[in-house]
């Protein structure tokens, strides 16, 4: 059955109007010919809210006795046996009296939701559980009656009835809320202007969020990645450093000057694993980032700065919080800072370079750290280090001749060489140690600027110092490697431990697909699940994604990690290293472990029942391949027959031909089917499941209806998202729907198609106008019969069902597909187009 809508309207207080907008919305639902009832409001002795409730049907309440005392209730049994199309009930949060069958009202909204009737209700913001807190600290009242924030969540459409504190107070003190032997005492304590005023910035605020939730899906499903200053978001760039205390506690300054603000922050951990960061100062300044209120991220990256970029553009960032640079002035000449290279890549979002103890103030040129990886980069520095640091100190040896000789000038050469392999490695640490050699002798030994070598004594220091070059070069440079390899063993511990005590917490498949993604800087991943069923054409499912638009199908993704036959791990970004590739292989398998211990995927059918299911779907694409041309044949003979036949033939002769005419189109229709049927069921049939239009196929179906499909009645939402479906497997069901509802309904009594979307699935409802009561066996029989059969079948090749029902108005099909909005309360939809 499907599950009806819920609309909540939220107050700050009580008396803002919400009993009355609700009231209102029943009386403008039932002027349009829904059936709508009262479940329970309570008016509280306001005349205007019981005059806005005359006309609307009640449904009498249930009385309770409890301690003695007499209650009354909303009688859920009552409403439920009713079955209105929209029922309202008044306060959510309200607590039932002992004895009634559930302890909270929201718990009988459930059920009326449930039964698939939609409920109007009102809620106060103090009834919510995660800011019942904070309202006991303005108001000094704790509420007794809360709600969980995930049933208000979950609302199809939340407005909120606001008032000025100002006109609140005004209703009161004319006895529109309380009767006047509490008026005074409200005025001076709960309904003070300064409390009204908090309440009324709490519910602007919770609300906004659940705007802000809706702003973020359709930016997503709109690949739209630039910011929009809808709300201020500060990141704050964690080196893991010092400083960073520093850097968040002014953050978290800048983010308080503007209410709503979010404050996040980053730390970037280098593809090769060789952050310097002690864990334990990281693990402290996460601490004092969410004791501030805001989240901790981390993710992998090759160039610090693009990781940075690359994660502000994906959550919206309006602002970046650096330290100053902790190179000297020489360094930042050789190359610019992390400050200077954000600031010239940020586009429109705002840096702030905050100073701090640690940034550096000498001119003194820095020692590279030994613990850098030797990637592509780093190697072409050292190279042009060695081009131009080698002749700049040829330069200045050659001007001090007279005071240094070849010794001194060798050794400044050899201090040289080691620098070029902490930097790059082996390989420039070897040429390096040959071009100084080359350069020593044409400078510095007899005669000058030649290669010769007069002294014996110059051509032995010549030899050993390159043979010193090298194997210090080289030393270094293995040293150097060691280290990398060891940071690099390190990173993946950290991450793979990570992963593990995710999974030992029990996180969820997603929190850990979104740890994968994190850490390797993704821009998206899926962990997909092949349909053994599916052969030879596979059909995969996303168990669980994460990032923005995650691949759905293996080919769809730049990386593949198969965890087993029937798993894989797929992701999106930029391109991985091996060594990376081999990290990611063990988060997949581990991956693909955590999933196996949650629940075993589909099993595949029994051997002998799938032989025999393909026996069967050969055998009927034979006999529809052997009689659509016979078929064919005949419907083409009865139509000359008709058109060429003797002109005095009698309207009974005519007549006659053409029903034959009919019956023959109709069993060469039935043969199609047939043939879809099977062609399905042999998994023959291709499917192309992609975001289609439904008011596109819609329009395809009825023109394949023929004049028959235009007496059909649509009667569409104004906004429905795309679904998820193959353009032509869905035309070809919705068309089989349309001629079913047609031929059974009256010519005074057409077919009616209806559409809605919720939690993440489009609903399309075919209802024909045959009449009837309760289900009967002529509805049983056509919920058996080949049309519908074909359609359920397509419906589910398209991870969508087939739902029949025969009561109301008579019999009616509910094809449910997914959406392309999951999720979506109305947002993130396009317009319906009314055919």
């Known amino acids: 059955m499907e599950r009806g809508r819920l609309r909540i309207f939220l107050g700050a207080a009580p008396g803002v109007g919400k009993t009355y907008a609700m009231l209102a919305e029943g009386q403008r639902l039932r002027a349009l010919g829904a059936d709508v009832v009262v479940g329970l409001v309570e008016p509280h002795g306001r005349r205007p809210t019981a005059a806005m409730a005359e006309g609307l049907e009640t449904v009498p309440r249930r009385t309770l006795r409890h301690r003695g005392a007499r209650f009354t209730e909303m009688d859920l049994d009552a409403v439920l046996a009713r079955r209105p199309q ?33 409920v109007v209700t009102t809620l106060n913001v103090q009834h919510l559980e995660s800011l019942n807190d904070v309202v006991r600290q303005i108001t000094g009242t704790r509420q007794r009656e809360t709600l969980p924030d995930e049933v208000a969540r979950r609302a199809d459409q939340i407005e909120l009835v606001d008032l ?31 409390n009204l005023t908090a309440l009324r910035e709490i519910a602007l605020l919770w609300l906004a969020d659940r705007v802000e939730e809706g702003l973020q899906r359709y930016r997503a499903e709109h690949g739209i990645v630039a910011p929009w200053e809808t709300r201020e978001r500060i990141l704050v760039g964690l080196s893991g450093g010092p400083e960073g205390e520093t850097l968040i506690r002014r953050a978290a300054r800048i983010s308080a000057r503007t209410p709503g603000t ?68 020489v360094a930042s000449l050789l190359r610019a800072g992390v400050g200077e ?72 050469y050899l201090l040289a060489v080691v620098v070029v392999a902490l930097v790059g490695g082996v390989l420039p640490a070897l040429g390096a140690a040959v071009a100084a050699a080359l350069l020593a002798d044409f400078y510095f030994t007899a005669p000058l600027h030649s290669l010769d070598i007069e002294r014996s004594d110059e051509l032995i220091a010549l030899v050993v110092f390159a043979a010193t070059a090298v194997l210090v070069g080289t030393a270094a440079g293995a040293a150097a490697r060691h280290t990398r390899q060891a940071a690099r063993a390190t990173s993946e511990a950290r991450t793979l431990s990570r992963l593990a005590a995710g999974v030992l917490r029990g996180q969820d498949l997603p929190a850990l697909v979104e740890l994968i993604r994190e850490n390797f800087g993704l821009t998206a991943v899926s962990l997909l699940e092949r349909d053994p069923r599916a052969a030879p054409v596979p059909r995969w499912y996303v168990v669980a994604s994460a990032g923005e638009h995650p691949p759905e199908r293996p080919y769809e993704a730049d990386v593949e990690c198969p965890v087993d036959d029937c798993r894989t791990l797929a992701a999106r970004g930029s391109g991985l290293g091996s060594e990376d590739r081999r990290l990611l292989d063990a988060c997949a398998a581990e991956l693909g472990l955590a999933h196996a211990r949650g629940g075993a995927g589909p099993a595949a059918p029994g051997a ?220 993130g939809m396009r317009p319906s187009r009314q055919i």
């Open 341 to 412: 290279r954000t600031i010239k890549g940020s586009g429109p979002i705002d840096v702030h370079i905050v100073t701090h103890e640690e940034a550096a103030g000498s001119a003194a040129l820095r020692m590279p750290r030994p613990g850098q990886g030797m990637g592509p980069r780093r190697i072409a520095a050292a190279v042009a280090g060695t081009v131009v640091v080698l002749p700049l100190l040829t330069l200045l040896l050659t001007a001090g001749r007279g005071q240094m000789g070849m010794a001194g000038a060798l050794v400044i």
């Open 86 to 118: 929209v029922a309202l009930v008044d306060e959510l949060a309200h607590s039932n009296v002992p004895g009634s069958r559930n302890a909270k009202r929201w718990q009988d909204v459930e059920e009326l939701l449930a039964a698939g009737i939609d």
């Open 608 to 827: 002998s029942l799938a032989d025999a299911e393909r026996t069967r779907a050969a055998l009927l694409l034979a006999a529809g391949h052997d009689l659509r041309a016979p078929l064919r044949t005949a419907e083409d003979a009865l139509v000359r027959l008709r058109r060429h036949g003797r002109p005095e033939r009698s309207p009974d002769e005519r007549r006659l031909l053409e029903t034959a005419r009919a019956a023959v189109h109709r069993a060469a229709q039935l043969v199609t089917d047939l043939d879809d049927l099977s062609r399905l069921h042999a998994g023959a049939l291709d499917l192309s499941l992609r975001p289609v239009d439904l008011n596109e196929a819609l329009g395809a179906a009825l023109d394949d209806l023929g004049p028959g499909g235009h007496s059909i009645v649509l009667r569409l939402p104004a906004y429905l998202p795309d679904v998820i479906a193959d353009a032509a497997l869905l035309t070809r069901a919705l068309t089989a729907l349309g001629a079913d509802a047609l031929r059974h309904s009256p010519p005074d009594r057409p077919p009616v198609v209806t559409a809605e979307a919720r939690d993440g699935r489009v609903a399309i409802r075919v209802a024909d106008g045959s009449g009837g009561g309760p289900a009967t066996g002529r509805a049983g029989s056509r919920a058996d019969s080949l049309a519908l059969r074909l359609s359920r079948d397509l419906a589910e090749a398209m991870d969508g069902s087939l739902r029949t029902s025969g009561r109301g108005a008579g019999f009616a099909v509910t094809l449910t597909l997914p959406s392309s909005a999951p999720g979506h309360n109305r947002r």
């Open 164 to 194: 000025p504190p100002e006109v609140l107070r005004r209703r009161m003190v004319h006895g529109d809320i309380y009767p006047p032997d509490r008026i005074e005492s409200a005025l001076t304590h709960y309904f003070r202007v300064g």
């Open 262 to 329: 979010e404050l996040l922050a980053l730390h970037v951990v280098p593809e090769e694993g060789l952050s310097r960061v002690d864990p334990s100062a990281l693990e402290a300044q996460r601490t004092l980032l969410e004791s501030l209120g805001g989240s901790f991220h981390q993710s992998t990256g090759e160039d610090v700065v693009q990781a940075l970029l690359r994660f502000a553009e994906a959550e919206g960032v309006t602002q970046i919080v650096l330290g100053a640079s902790r190179h000297g002035r």
